[in-house]
Nanobody, 116 residues
């Protein structure tokens, strides 16, 4: 089992910045990677950015140039710096840890609301 503790999020004006952090504990020895997903009202959950256990980074096209992910995919610690936020970024953001042995684990989610 893997437990994920998220922090950050909140309300920000358009053009502003927020930082999300997530730390995994438990069976992190089998991590494939860790990252952030988001789900806006009425939409499917989508990958925002992630880091694999060997350091490869993937970032969604919709946030490239505005969001930066950093951390350690093997140790299970990741931060997401979100700049130039706009209304389309409003969503619940979920930390995800993918493991070889146990599959996917999810954080409880943190709300990000961008006011225009």
């Amino acid at each position: 089992q893997v437990r994920l503790v998220e922090s950050g999020g909140g309300l920000v004006q358009a053009g502003g910045s927020l930082r999300l952090s997530c730390v995994a504990s438990g069976s992190t020895f089998s991590l494939n990677g860790i990252g952030w997903y988001r789900q806006a009202p009425g939409k499917e959950r989508e990958l925002v950015a992630g880091i694999t256990n060997d350091g490869r980074i993937k970032v969604a096209d919709s946030v490239k140039g505005r969001f930066t992910i950093s951390g350690d995919g093997a140790k299970g610690a990741v931060s997401l710096q979100m700049n130039s936020l706009n209304a389309d970024d409003t969503a619940v953001y979920f930390c995800n840890a993918n493991t070889q042995r146990f599959g996917d684990f999810w954080g409880q989610g943190t709300e990000v609301t961008v006011s225009s």
